[in-house]
Every structure is written in C-alpha cells, then in structure tokens.
C-alpha cells in the first residue's frame, strides 16, 4: 500500500518535472532559420563551387592558365584557355569554365594551382531547373563581380 | 442608452429569436475555437520545440486556419467502395451533433446561457457519451483494419475513463446538491477558497478529484498522452483512416469541442465558473480565462509527454483512479454526513 502511493507520488513528481522543461523551453528564444527570409552565413573553411582570385594590382585574374588544375581534377570539371600574346611574359586566361555538374568538391585544384589563383566560394543555394545553369563561366563572374 | 437596452432585453426575451442568437452564436463559438485552438497547438508545438510554428499566413500565422479550412473544403469527399454507406456517412454528423448540444446547458456568466436546465449535468455527460459512440461506429463501418482495431480501443478506454470521471461527478453533485451548472457555480462566487477545489470542509481530496477529472477529460477526448485511439504509428489515424475533405474535418472540430466542453466542465465545478478569485467584476471574461488556461494545459500536456501504452492506460484508470476516486466518495459522503 505504502509502495502504491510512493509509486503515485514519484509518478506525479516527475510528470510535473517534465511540464516544468516544456513550459520553460516554450518562452525560450526560437533556434530555427526562417530559411527563405533569411539564410546561415556560411563558415570560412565552406567548400562551395570553385572561384579565381584577383589580384590586388588591377582586379584580373591571377590565374595564367597553366592547365594545373585541370589535370588534377579528376572528373575532368575544368576547361582553362589561355594564349600569349606579343611580347608578354606569361601566358593570358582567355576563358575559365567550371561544369559543376561533375563537381565533388574534393579541393584538389585548389591544392594543385601553385599561384593561389582558385579558391571556394561560400555560396550553397543553388538551386535552378536547367543543367546548363551549372556550366559556370567563371572568367565572366570574375568581371561580373568586380564592377 | 436605457431604452435601447430595454428594448433589447426585450427582443432577447422573444424565445424565437433567443433561440437563434444562441444557436449561431454556438455554433460560431465552436467553428472558431475549433479552428484558432489548432492554430494555439501548433504555437505552442513549435515554441515548447523551439521553432516558431505557422507563420506565413497573415501576421503570426492567424489566417493559417482559414487556409486550412479551404484546404480541407477543396478536397473530395472520397467514400471508398466496401464501406457502410449509412454509418459511414453519418458518424461524423454523430460525434459532431453532441458536441454542439453540450454547448446548451453551459453557463458562460450568470446570464448568458442558452437553458438553464436542473439536469445540466446530466445533459452534458448523456451527450458526451454519444461522442464515443460515433467515433466507434465511424471506425467499424470504415471496413478499415486499423480503425477498426481502434474502434476496440475507443470501447475499452470509455469504459475505463467514464467510472472515475462519473464517480468524481458524483461527489461534485454530492458536494453541492444539484445537477444545475448555475447553481454549482453560485455556490462557488464568495473568492478564491470558495471554489470547489480547495472546498476542504467537504473532502481534503478536492485538488486530487478535480486532478483526476483533468485526467480523465485527457482520455475522455482522446488527446495525448492518452491518444492511442488514433496512435499515428501504428494505426495511421485510427478511426479517421478512411475519411478525407470535411468528413475528416468534422472529426477534427468535434475533437476541439469537447476540449472545449471539458475544459467548461472542469471551471465550472472546480474554479467557480465566473466568479473572479479577488470580488473584482465576475463575468464571462474569468470564465474565458480559466477555460482557456486549462485548454492551455492540455495543449502543454500533449507536447510534454509521450504516448502511454495501451496497458499503461487501462492501467492508470483500474489502479489509480478508480481507486481514488471511490475513497474520495466515500470520504466526501461521510465528511457531509458528519459536518
């Protein structure tokens, strides 16, 4: 009998315990993202689909096509063009194209370009209903970005 | 001003026109309570879940039940083939209808009721009962394996809830001496320990009948953590399965009704109805309060604990509160017969 009521009482205790969390948690800041209004920055170290660097000089691109990184990758993502023009030095980036689409991110160019010249970005929402949206050009985001 | 109210008390007089204020008004009190009290629970889901729960539909979410309600209307109302044309059809009208008469006898303040009844009472648990009923036969005409398992389940927890929650009744009528829901409620207007819960003089068992009449109303509308009737993971929607559109929807109001009727009875025979616990201004509005704060609770309650077991339910109800509820019978009729 005794046990009975004891049983009742530790029942009841803890079943006031509990309402006593919920009660607490349900006046407690909200965690969650109201994600189409707002979106997480993403962390320094994100690995994102690939960009070239600029230089500080003039804003072009560092990169001087040498074909590096579009040996390393390894599902053959990269397609760099460059020509030397007269009397130059080093070789010019004509075009710089990323198909995304074959993208695993694995970093490998970016550890294979010995000038720096490529980097991740931090963008995650890509979203897009056509395949050619992620054949990205990126010599043109390049001059996109620095006007 | 004193005319204009003369000549309204004297339309209200007119029966026929009373008759229909109160039935639209009821009416509308339900489709309403139904509806915003859907919108309350997912709130407070998603605030005990530290998120913020629906709030796309006009400000904080509040025409979320309207687009609800069009949602549900715009879909077809399937009757699927093998099902039991008649009881199919009308289960939801069934377990809706009591619902609604409940709302008759209760008294919201000292004036507004739609009859006074002495049996009020009697009225409000005659009709309650039926609720089950239609739940049951919805399930068994659905030809559904898993409403019909919960048909079964439906039968044995109304057994097994109604014994303590009408023995708990019994000594509420026992303490006040009448079935009328005005006159139990005027005898609690004299403040905060006048109230039936703390009317020790009668039984120091109060607080706990009035903690097994919550209880049992939790079982008695099927909400968690007492939901096996329509337990998601095993029987889908236990005897919902089959319905869709407003069939569903039907179901759906009804279940927010009775909360709402119990959460009414609970006030009335424990919290003094409309009285207010400091003398200031009774009237509907502390009615509403208490209703809507224990409303509140039933809502936190769902959100805190997990669904029991089955034997867990039958359980608490054999053991414990039928026990209980008993010696706080026999104690109450032997405290009233000594003092």
Request: net charge positive; glycine share 6%; hydrophobic share 50%.
């Amino acid at each position: 009998m005794i046990d009975y009521c004891k049983e009742i009482f530790k029942g009841l205790k803890s079943l006031l315990i509990g309402m006593g969390i919920t009660i607490k948690y349900c006046f407690k800041p909200v965690v969650t993202v109201q994600y189409p209004h707002e979106s997480l920055k993403m962390p320094e170290r994100y690995r994102g689909h690939i960009e070239l660097v600029p230089n500080e000089e003039n804003g072009e691109a560092k990169c001087i096509a040498c074909g590096l990184c579009q040996k390393a990758c390894p599902s053959g993502c990269i397609t760099v063009d460059g020509e030397k023009p007269e009397g130059a030095k080093t070789k010019v980036m004509t075009s710089f194209v990323l198909d995304y689409t074959k993208c695993s991110l694995c970093s490998l160019c970016v550890e294979a370009c010995t000038f720096s010249a490529i980097r991740h970005t931090r963008r995650y929402n890509l979203a897009s209903t056509s395949k050619e949206a992620y054949i990205i050009d990126l010599k043109k985001r390049l001059e996109e970005r620095k006007k | 001003m004193d005319t204009i109210l003369n000549y309204i008390k004297i339309a209200i007089d007119m029966e026929p026109f009373r008759l229909l204020v109160y039935l639209v008004g009821m009416i509308m009190f339900i489709a309403a309570n139904a509806a915003y009290l859907v919108l309350l629970e997912r709130k407070v889901a998603g605030h005990i879940q530290l998120r913020i729960g629906p709030k796309e539909n006009g400000p904080f979410g509040i025409l979320q039940p309207v687009a609800d309600g069009l949602k549900l209307m715009s879909k077809q109302l399937l009757v699927p083939d093998g099902v039991d044309p008649i009881l199919f059809r009308i289960a939801p009208v069934i377990v809706m209808v009591p619902a609604v008469m409940s709302f008759v006898v209760i008294p919201f303040s000292d004036t507004i009721v739609a009859r006074n009844m002495d049996i009020g009472l009697l009225v409000v648990f005659a009709f309650a009962t039926i609720n089950f009923l239609g739940l049951l036969l919805g399930a068994w005409g659905s030809r559904n394996k898993y409403a019909v398992i919960s048909s079964a389940r439906v039968v044995s927890q109304n057994i097994a809830y109604e014994i303590p929650m009408l023995v708990t009744i019994v000594t509420m009528v026992m303490v006040s001496g009448s079935l009328n829901l005005h006159a139990i409620v005027s005898q609690q207007l004299n403040g905060f320990w006048s109230w039936n819960l703390f009317n020790f003089k009668a039984s120091p068992l109060m607080p706990i009948a009035f903690l097994i009449l919550f209880v049992c109303m939790l079982a008695e509308t099927n909400r968690a953590p007492f939901d096996i009737v329509e337990a998601e993971s095993e029987l889908v929607a236990g005897p919902f399965t089959e319905y869709s559109s407003m069939g569903f929807g039907l179901f759906f109001m009804a279940e927010y009704a009775n909360i709402v009727i119990g959460a009414c009875l609970a006030t009335i025979l424990f919290l003094g109805g409309w009285s207010c616990p400091f003398g200031i201004l009774p009237g509907v509005h502390w009615f509403l309060l208490k209703m809507y704060l224990l409303i509140f609770t039933v809502i936190w309650v769902r959100w805190t604990f997990p669904r029991t077991t089955f034997y867990g339910l039958l359980n608490l109800s054999w053991k414990v509160l039928i026990p209980i509820s008993f010696i706080n019978l026999i104690l109450t009729s032997a405290m009233l017969k000594v003092f």
